[in-house]
């Protein structure tokens, strides 16, 4: 009778141990397992090694899903292109624009702003997740593809991991295509030539220029700070400093003449337009005044041509009568009395005697 009450106990305590790990498992993990998610898809042309089912997305290195599946699409959309096709539940609260709909305008927005999905080493331990992260678009294009996707299709990007590999594939190819002998004699001729140069050098006589130089370039130093600390450079620059607040006094008189000139340069504008429209109005009666002069010329032309005979007379009688005037007047200063009393009286016959 104890011994089945013993089982009876042993019993009920592991139907209750069973009971509280259920509901400490559906307590701490049922919203992982009942979260909602909207599964994305995704295409890479190299190798996944590392990234398994269950294996993290992460957007920027925050966790934002799990891989659901991962397979070929050759076994998926019977193609030949031989892409890796991965899958990935993401929760749904995460991005501000839904990944329900591969035709929402948002989701395509955000895909041709740069939306990628790339391969990620996780440590040392060789696992790897998906990173989501905006890349450059135009140095990531999207793969090529025939067939039309089952889920919400996200490109992907190579690898860093590839892109560090293709580079020093890259490398390696470029060191192969050199030629290395050529290079290795160029470099060996290079160094017989220096040898021989430094063998053939005086390097005595090559030092001793070199301590002359030296002590040159410090004796210019000691003259340099001479001059520097001198009392003419000290002069010279307090010379230069009253030489300035002489000009600056000299800017400052003449501020105000200044001003007023400028302030009077539209009013001599306006007088110089009035005097140039008064020019311009002379200008045009210029060729009916020059008619009219050269019509008065003609006309005391012709009237001198016809009193020619009588000008030639009245300019003799001008004449004779200046003579006249001109003996008059000497007569007069030789003789006065003749001006008042007429002619001399005749010489004295007892003179004549």
């Known amino acids: 009778m104890m011994e089945n009450i013993s089982y009876f106990k042993i019993g009920l305590f592991v139907i209750c141990a069973i009971v509280i790990g259920v509901i400490g498992v559906v307590v701490l993990g049922g919203a992982k397992f009942f979260q909602k998610k909207n599964i994305i898809e995704t295409y890479i042309d190299e190798s996944v090694q590392g990234l398994d089912i269950g294996s993290p997305v992460k957007f920027r290195g925050v966790p934002v899903g799990n891989v659901e599946e991962i397979t070929l699409t050759g076994v998926e959309y019977g193609t030949r292109r031989g892409y890796v096709v991965v899958r990935a539940g993401i929760s749904r609260n995460v991005f501000q624009f839904s990944l329900a709909?591969?035709?929402?305008?948002?989701?395509i927005a955000e895909v041709?702003?740069?939306?990628r999905v790339r391969l990620a080493p996780q440590g040392l331990t060789g696992q790897a997740y998906l990173e989501a992260d905006y890349l450059n678009p135009k140095l990531n294009p999207p793969l090529e593809i025939d067939w039309r996707p089952k889920y919400p299709y996200v490109p992907s990007a190579q690898s860093k991991i590839t892109q560090?590999?293709?580079a020093v594939e890259r490398i390696l190819r470029n060191v192969e295509q050199l030629d290395i002998q050529r290079l290795i004699g160029s470099v060996e001729s290079s160094l017989k030539t220096i040898d021989k140069l430094a063998s053939g050098a005086n390097l005595d006589k090559i030092s001793t220029q070199a301590v002359a130089l030296l002590t040159e370039v410090r004796e210019t130093n000691l003259q340099l700070k001479q001059v520097v600390g001198g009392s003419d450079l000290k002069d010279a620059v307090k010379d230069a400093a009253v030489a300035a607040g002489t000009?600056?006094?000299?800017?400052?008189?003449?501020d105000k003449p200044l001003s007023q000139l400028i302030a009077d340069l539209p009013k001599a504008s306006e007088s110089i337009n009035r005097v140039a429209q008064r020019l311009d109005a002379v200008t045009a009666n210029l060729p009916e005044t020059n008619a009219q002069f050269r019509q008065t010329l003609q006309q005391l032309n012709r009237l001198i041509s016809g009193q020619q005979r009588d000008i030639e007379k009245t300019v003799e009688?001008?004449?004779?009568?200046?003579?006249?005037?001109?003996?008059a007047v000497d007569n007069s200063k030789k003789y006065p009395s003749q001006l008042l009393f007429g002619a001399p009286p005749p010489p004295s016959k007892v003179m004549g005697k």
């Open 164 to 166: 560090l590999s293709d």
């Open 101 to 107: 709909d591969p035709a929402n305008p948002a989701f």
């Open 112 to 115: 041709q702003r740069g939306l």
């Open 247 to 254: 000009a600056r006094q000299i800017l400052e008189r003449a």
């Open 317 to 327: 009688n001008l004449r004779s009568m200046s003579e006249s005037l001109k003996e």
